[in-house]
């Protein structure tokens, strides 16, 4: 009987932990490498943490989420449609759709949410409005009943667009909207899935939220472009508890990860590795300099073009791995100090 107390006590505070979600304090002690982020609790809509909320900034794919919604409140899972012509120039990701191919809506809203495929947002676009003009107005109208007041869309996949603009706050907004369709839910939790067209052809999804290979709490809508950089619009979820997510700005996609671990914690107590301070991306002009230094070193081959991509990268390793440097492909103060030395 004395050691069923013990266990009984334990058992009623874990019962009791529960119920009461992260505190705005206990939120508050985490550090977010995010530019943008907002923490929001599930039971009290509560903000819990709050950075640059209401900045306005590319959603990039998180755009998604909204389409799927607008999408799915106007058409069943389990119709079959016709895609329309026209999609065959979309940029990736994509799953290579053409004009005159049948899917159930189900399938296209998977490849939505799972692939982030422009071309089946696109698709369920015009086949909910007609146009994408149409669609766009779904959105928006859409965005102000979630209680979003300071975004606007005006295409459904959330490739770069003028007027096109969300905050981290609606972000976390939208994740707490599309918690109420179940289809949705179910599907960002799946990390691949296999889709057909009705003419038979196969189609492999993997999943972009590499979250969901950890403890599986955390569900969500991945994005990057260049301008947006790494977004987040998610739930994580445990014990009971719930916290909407809503990161926008993220300088790699490693930190996004970082982030939502250190957001987990909250409601796991489980603590995650520590996250390793990034150096922020150099601007254009910055990276002249650094591609210039890099060329009189060997290591960068061609004109310098001002983007900091892979060739960029692989040189800054190539330099670092030379002067004994820590090897990350960013420029931080050591490797400037370096390099510096050839300009």
Same mark, same amino acid.
């Given at each position: 009987m004395k050691k069923t107390i013990p266990n009984l006590l334990a058992l009623c505070l874990v019962l009791v932990a529960s119920l009461f979600p992260p505190s705005r304090a206990e939120a508050s002690s985490i550090? *977010?490498?995010?530019?943008?982020?907002?923490? *929001? $609790?599930?039971?009290?809509q509560q903000i819990l943490y709050a950075k640059e909320p209401y900045a306005k900034r590319a959603p990039a794919s998180t755009t998604k989420l909204l389409t799927v919604m607008v999408a799915l409140d106007?058409? &069943?899972?389990?119709?079959?449609?016709?895609i329309p012509s026209g999609l065959e120039n979309i940029q990736p990701s994509k799953i290579g759709?053409?004009?005159?191919?049948?899917?159930?809506?189900? $399938?296209?809203?998977?490849?939505?949410?799972?692939?982030? @495929?422009? $071309?089946?947002?696109?698709? *369920?676009?015009?086949?909910?409005?007609?146009s994408r003009s149409e669609f766009s107005k779904l959105m928006n109208q859409k965005v102000k009943s979630v209680g979003a007041n300071n975004s606007h869309f005006v295409n459904p996949n959330g490739l770069p667009a003028s007027g096109q603009y969300s905050t981290a706050y609606d972000l976390a907004r939208f994740i707490m909207a599309a918690s109420q369709y179940p289809f949705i839910v179910n599907t960002l939790k799946i990390r691949s899935a296999v889709i057909y067209s009705r003419g038979g052809r196969r189609i492999l999804l993997n999943n972009c939220n590499k979250m969901l290979w950890r403890t599986g709490g955390v569900i969500g809508k991945t994005g990057w472009t260049r301008t947006a950089r790494h977004c987040f619009a998610g739930r994580v979820q445990s014990n009971g508890k719930v916290i909407f997510v809503g990161l926008m700005g993220s300088q790699r996609r490693q930190y996004l990860w970082s982030d939502l671990g250190? !957001?987990?914690?909250? &409601?796991?107590?489980?603590?995650?590795?520590? !996250?390793? &301070?990034?150096?922020?991306?150099?601007?254009?002009?910055?990276?002249?300099? !650094?591609?210039?230094?890099?060329q009189r070193t060997g290591y960068f081959k061609g004109n310098p073009t001002g983007f900091y991509g892979k060739r960029t990268k692989a040189a800054v390793r &190539?330099?670092?791995?030379?002067?004994?440097?820590?090897?990350?492909? *960013?420029?931080?103060? $050591?490797?400037?100090?370096?390099?510096? @030395?050839?300009?």
């Open positions: 550090t *977010l490498s995010a530019p943008s982020a907002v923490l *929001l $609790d599930g039971r009290t106007h058409l &069943s899972l389990d119709k079959i449609v016709q759709l053409h004009g005159g191919e049948s899917f159930y809506v189900r $399938d296209l809203v998977k490849a939505a949410l799972i692939k982030s @495929a422009n $071309d089946a947002a696109e698709a *369920l676009a015009i086949l909910t409005a007609g250190r !957001i987990e914690f909250l &409601s796991t107590g489980k603590m995650p590795k520590p !996250i390793v &301070s990034a150096p922020a991306m150099p601007n254009r002009k910055e990276t002249l300099k !650094i591609q210039k230094a890099l &190539s330099f670092q791995k030379s002067k004994g440097l820590s090897v990350t492909g *960013l420029v931080g103060s $050591d490797t400037w100090k370096k390099l510096k @030395a050839y300009l």
